[in-house]
């Protein structure tokens, strides 16, 4: 465990807190899983699952699963890579540093397993996500057309886990 900003702890995700995450996303994301997924992600990357909490109830997450593919970086190459799958914090915890918190978490921890790059999926509107990952070093790779259920557009953003490109890993 570990402080996320004042009042707040950062901690892998046990099973007991799927309920509070789900609701999360639920609340927060147009993009709903299954329980089945959150729990299957949950016991095959638990490293990289990670909760915040406040007042011992969980406000925030990331849930992450590791790959391998070809690289975004380097031509050819496949390498292993950190999946972030989904991240959200409730809007009454926003603005505190908790994404960003739990970004860089995740991103340790998904380099202690070995990836060597990390990428993501964002909705090309949600300014707020692509704002937190360009500070967090993450470029643009391509735009993916009709992504979402709902036809809107999404950018895959991506970032080599070295301390050039990310420099907060090495803390």
């Known amino acids: 465990m ?3 900003a004042p009042g707040y702890t950062l ?5 007991r807190d799927l309920d ?3 609701s999360i996303n639920r609340q927060c994301l ?3 899983y299954s329980r089945w997924f959150f729990e299957h992600l949950a ?3 638990p490293r990289t699952f990670l ?3 406040h007042g011992g109830q969980v406000v925030g997450y990331v849930m992450c699963r590791m790959e391998h593919g070809f690289s975004y970086f380097k031509r ?9 799958v989904s991240i959200a914090v409730l809007p009454e915890h926003r603005r505190k540093g908790l994404g960003h918190a739990l970004m860089v978490e995740a991103m340790k921890e998904g380099r202690a397993e070995g990836a060597q790059e990390a990428f993501l999926e964002v909705r090309v509107s949600n300014t ?3 704002n937190l990952y360009k500070k967090l070093n993450y470029k643009i790779v391509s735009r993916i057309s009709r992504y979402y259920a709902d036809g809107e557009d999404a950018y895959l953003m991506a970032i080599p886990l070295d301390e050039e490109h990310a420099p907060y890993l090495a803390s």
């Open 2 to 4: 570990r402080q996320a």
């Open 11 to 15: 901690r892998p995700v046990q099973y």
């Open 20 to 22: 509070a995450v789900i």
């Open 30 to 32: 147009p993009e709903n």
């Open 43 to 45: 016991a095959t990357n």
């Open 51 to 53: 909760v915040v909490e």
């Open 76 to 84: 050819g190459r496949i390498v292993k890579k950190l999946h972030i």
């Open 128 to 130: 707020p996500a692509i």
